[in-house]
């Protein structure tokens, strides 16, 4: 893992003629096809540190009211040091600027440290749908040893 020593972490919204950043966007979700339709109605902000990006965050205005994060990925030698919780909550604060009331995020029954880390930055369980991952998904998905199945959609009141 690479450790950070420079915390002068920015986050930003991804610059007009910057490429998207499909391969971290794949991360999170593997569906190139799924990726593509969102992201046409989507505002995709990252975290960059010395213009280098290393994490993306992608949110979804899903009623005038909620915004959906509907992709988060951090570069694999960059987790675990803060960054996934540094986009949320630096997309919350946007979303809270704009009369947004409420964020959410959808995972998978297999995404354990996924759902402890939403659970922790203050989202709760406030739907599931069933068996959305075998339908929608052309492969079988298998995280933790456990295949995932089911979506768990999570909200936070901002
Ligand atoms: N079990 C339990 N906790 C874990 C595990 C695990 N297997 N792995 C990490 N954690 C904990 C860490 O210890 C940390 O907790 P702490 O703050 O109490 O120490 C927390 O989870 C991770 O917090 P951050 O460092 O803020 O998060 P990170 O920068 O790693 O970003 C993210 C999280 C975005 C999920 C990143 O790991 C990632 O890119 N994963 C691959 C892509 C992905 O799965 N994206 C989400 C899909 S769902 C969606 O996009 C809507």
Redesign the pocket.
């Known amino acids: 893992m690479m450790k950070i020593e420079n915390k002068n972490i920015f986050f930003e919204k991804l610059g007009k003629n910057h490429p998207i950043p499909f391969e971290?966007l794949l991360?999170?979700?593997p569906s190139i096809d799924l990726v593509t339709e969102y992201l046409k109605q989507s505002e995709l902000f990252v975290a960059t540190l010395n213009n280098e990006l290393l994490?993306v965050i992608?949110l979804f205005p899903l009623t005038a009211e909620t915004i959906e994060?509907?992709?988060?990925?951090?570069?694999?030698e960059?987790?675990?040091?803060?960054?996934?919780?540094?986009?949320?909550n630096n997309a919350a604060k946007v979303a809270s600027n704009n009369k947004i009331k409420s964020m959410c995020?959808?995972?998978?029954n297999s995404?354990?440290?996924?759902l402890?880390?939403y659970q922790?930055l203050g989202f709760e369980i406030s739907e599931l749908k069933k068996d959305f991952f075998e339908a929608n998904y052309k492969e079988p998905i298998y995280e933790?040893g456990i295949q995932a199945k089911h979506m768990l959609t999570l909200i936070k009141q901002l």
């Open positions: 971290l991360l999170a979700d994490g992608v994060i509907k992709n988060i990925a951090v570069k694999a960059f987790q675990g040091q803060g960054i996934g919780s540094f986009l949320i995020i959808g995972t998978a995404s354990i440290a996924q402890y880390l922790k933790n």
